[in-house]
C-alpha cells in the first residue's frame, strides 16, 4: 500500500500544458474532487475547507476576470506575456477555488481560547492537504494539473461573481485538464541537507 502511494506522489507533477478533454466524465472529476476534500484531514476536525469547482465557460470566466484584474497593475509593456500565461490557464478544463471558512476559524478561537493563536495557521495547514489530497486525486484518474495563487486580487470578484460567503477566504486556485505535455525532469536537493534521523 505505501509503494502505491508513493508511486502516486511521483505520478502528481505540476501540469501548465492542460487540455478540454478529461480522461473521465465531469461528474467523476466533481465527486473526486469532493471526495478528497472530505477525507482530508483538519485540526479538531474542524473541516474547514470549502471548494468552487468551475468548469467550461465558468472555468474560463474567472480567468478573464483575473486577466482584467492583472491589466490594472501589469505595465502595458509587459502585459502580453502575463495574458498568455493567463491563456494557458483558461485552457484548462476547469478549476478548483480553495477557500478556509474563517467563521469556523473564529468559533474554534472561541471554544479553545488558549490556541487562539494557533487556529489560523492549523487553518492554513488543512487547507494545504486538502489541496494535495486533490491533485493526488486527480492525478490517480490520469488528470493533470497546477496550482495558482492569484489571491487577493481577485477575490472581491469571485466573491460577486458566485456568490461565495463573506466568511470564504481564498487561499489558491488548481487548474486541471488533460496532459498535454509533461512535466519536465525534477531535480532533488541532497538528503542530508533536508532530514534529520535520530535513532
Wanted: net charge negative.
Amino acid at each position: 500500500m505505501s509503494d502505491n502511494f508513493i508511486a502516486l506522489a511521483k505520478q502528481r507533477r505540476t501540469i501548465y500544458t492542460l487540455g478540454k478533454e478529461l480522461p473521465v466524465a465531469q461528474d467523476v472529476v466533481v465527486e473526486t474532487i469532493k471526495e478528497a476534500i472530505r477525507q482530508a484531514p483538519s485540526a479538531f476536525n474542524s473541516q474547514s475547507s470549502r471548494a468552487l469547482i468551475l468548469l467550461g465557460k465558468e472555468h474560463e470566466q474567472f480567468w478573464e476576470l483575473t486577466r482584467e484584474q492583472l491589466r490594472k497593475i501589469v505595465p502595458e509593456e509587459n502585459f502580453a506575456a502575463t495574458s498568455q500565461k493567463i491563456d494557458g490557464f483558461a485552457a484548462a478544463a476547469g478549476s478548483v477555488l480553495f477557500f478556509e471558512d474563517q467563521d469556523v476559524v473564529k468559533s474554534l478561537q472561541e471554544q479553545f481560547a488558549a490556541y487562539a493563536d494557533n487556529f489560523p495557521v492549523w487553518s492554513e495547514h488543512s487547507s494545504g492537504i486538502a489541496q494535495y489530497a486533490v491533485w493526488l486525486a486527480l492525478a490517480e484518474k490520469g488528470i493533470g494539473a497546477n496550482l495558482q495563487h492569484y489571491n487577493p486580487l481577485v477575490d472581491a470578484d469571485v466573491q460577486r461573481t458566485w456568490n461565495i460567503p463573506a466568511n470564504w477566504k481564498l487561499r489558491g486556485h488548481m487548474n486541471f485538464g488533460s496532459i498535454l505535455a509533461p512535466a519536465g525532469d525534477k531535480t532533488y536537493m541532497d538528503d542530508d541537507k533536508r532530514f534529520i534521523v535520530a535513532r
